[in-house]
């Protein structure tokens, strides 16, 4: 395994840990502490904030609720919540951001600006998340536009669907049968998030855990990965083959899957989501082809000059195709592959 690009990450922030598959070949590397007031060496079973990366686990609940028939793609979410959105808001439609919904709720940004630089969802509740959806509107037009707002109502009607609170069904759909221990809701223990080297509180999102509210390590994450490109459990199977099949053409070469980006190469696809929180960082991508995957996770939050996501990008590149990746031009026209992701 090429570690150049992968050691290349582990001085982004103040704690990193990078998680990487070539084939049967498993790699960990960890670097720095899980914060700077009160140091401890970063493991591979560090729990970070991983933002909208979360969504890729709402996706694949989605499709293990399929699987079992107890949904359907095409289910409207009238069916499940009293919103009045129509018709053509479905569950499909909502995982892969063509629900015409806005990227956050009406109301949110009233209650985070108290805490825009902190922790803006605190403040925004169930209750607001249930307002907010009474004053919704829907863009006419089918066009993918990436919206935390939408993620968070998939995971409530999921929720709804089954009669249980999101947080429980996922853990007893997928985090069990993953056999994924450092991945869940609680915000201890967990590496303290940095923001331009000042800590940051802990992520909390009320009323839109499905958008962007988990934890997870870099073990857990690759477990993910792994199962993605192995399609075990058999328990999950059918569900871990729905939620990576394109749907939603974005280009000739991008497409969306349920909540997964999908990138076309030539003899080759890569699948990839990133997220952030004020105060971290993370990235996870595949190729099925070439069996190969990269999480990357980092206790500092993005900025607008941040390149940790691209630069994770240009790293499963390097291992799914050592060449291209050292080719002129090859960060270029991928650069805003990740740019969107972001919680």
Same mark, same amino acid.
């Given at each position: 395994?090429?570690?150049?690009?992968?050691?290349?990450?582990?001085?982004?922030?103040?704690?990193?840990?990078?998680?990487?598959?070539?084939?049967?070949?498993? /790699?960990?590397?960890?670097?720095?502490?899980?914060?700077?007031?009160?140091?401890?060496?970063?493991?591979?079973?560090?729990?970070?904030?991983?933002?909208?990366?979360?969504?890729?686990?709402?996706?694949?609940?989605?499709?293990?609720?399929?699987? #079992?028939?107890?949904?359907?793609?095409? =289910?409207?979410?009238?069916?499940?919540?009293?919103?009045?959105?129509?018709?053509?808001?479905?569950?499909?439609?909502?995982? /892969?951001?063509?629900?015409?919904?806005?990227?956050?709720?009406?109301?949110?940004?009233?209650?985070?600006?108290?805490?825009?630089?902190?922790?803006?969802?605190?403040?925004?509740?169930?209750?607001?998340?249930?307002?907010?959806?009474?004053?919704?509107?829907?863009?006419?037009?089918?066009?993918?536009?990436?919206?935390?707002?939408?993620?968070?109502?998939?995971?409530?009607?999921?929720?709804?669907?089954?009669?249980?609170?999101?947080?429980?069904?996922?853990?007893?759909?997928?985090?069990?049968?993953?056999?994924?221990?450092?991945?869940?809701?609680?915000?201890?223990?967990?590496?303290?998030?940095?923001?331009?080297? #000042?800590?940051?509180?802990?992520?909390?999102?009320?009323?839109?855990?499905?958008?962007?509210?988990?934890?997870?390590?870099?073990? =857990?994450?690759?477990?993910?990965?792994?199962?993605?490109?192995?399609? #075990?459990?058999?328990?999950?199977?059918?569900?871990?083959? =729905?939620?990576?099949?394109?749907?939603?053409?974005?280009?000739?070469?991008?497409?969306?899957?349920?909540?997964?980006?999908?990138?076309?190469?030539?003899?080759?696809?890569?699948?990839?989501?990133?997220?952030?929180?004020?105060?971290?960082?993370?990235?996870?991508?595949?190729?099925?082809?070439?069996?190969?995957?990269?999480?990357?996770?980092?206790?500092?939050?993005? /900025?607008?000059?941040? /390149?940790?996501?691209? =630069?994770?990008?240009?790293?499963?590149?390097?291992?799914?195709?050592?060449?291209?990746?050292? #080719?002129?031009?090859?960060?270029?026209?991928?650069?805003?592959?990740?740019?969107?992701?972001?919680?």
């Amino acid at each position: 395994m090429n570690e150049d690009r992968i050691t290349a990450l582990l001085s982004a922030a103040p704690g990193v840990a990078v998680a990487a598959r070539v084939g049967d070949e498993e /790699t960990v590397l960890v670097a720095g502490v899980t914060a700077l007031d009160d140091p401890h060496p970063v493991t591979a079973a560090t729990r970070f904030e991983i933002g909208s990366l979360t969504k890729t686990f709402t996706a694949l609940l989605l499709a293990e609720l399929v699987a #079992r028939g107890e949904v359907r793609h095409d =289910d409207p979410v009238d069916r499940f919540l009293d919103t009045g959105l129509g018709p053509g808001v479905t569950l499909e439609r909502l995982a /892969t951001h063509t629900s015409g919904l806005p990227r956050l709720p009406p109301g949110l940004l009233r209650a985070a600006l108290p805490a825009w630089r902190t922790n803006p969802y605190r403040a925004f509740g169930p209750e607001r998340l249930t307002a907010a959806l009474r004053r919704t509107r829907v863009r006419p037009d089918d066009r993918a536009r990436y919206s935390n707002f939408g993620v968070a109502v998939l995971g409530l009607a999921l929720a709804r669907a089954t009669g249980r609170p999101f947080e429980d069904l996922l853990a007893d759909r997928v985090l069990r049968p993953l056999g994924l221990t450092d991945t869940g809701f609680d915000t201890a223990p967990q590496a303290t998030g940095h923001l331009r080297g #000042r800590p940051r509180p802990p992520w909390e999102m009320p009323g839109m855990p499905a958008a962007g509210a988990l934890r997870s390590s870099a073990r =857990d994450l690759l477990v993910l990965l792994t199962a993605l490109l192995d399609g #075990r459990p058999a328990s999950l199977a059918p569900a871990l083959a =729905d939620v990576v099949a394109p749907r939603v053409a974005v280009s000739a070469t991008d497409h969306l899957c349920l909540v997964w980006n999908l990138r076309r190469l030539p003899d080759h696809d890569l699948l990839f989501h990133s997220g952030g929180t004020r105060g971290c960082t993370a990235f996870a991508g595949f190729s099925p082809q070439r069996r190969t995957a990269l999480v990357v996770l980092a206790n500092t939050g993005p /900025t607008v000059r941040a /390149t940790l996501v691209q =630069d994770s990008y240009n790293a499963l590149r390097a291992l799914d195709d050592p060449a291209a990746a050292q #080719r002129p031009g090859t960060r270029g026209s991928d650069r805003d592959a990740t740019r969107e992701t972001t919680a």
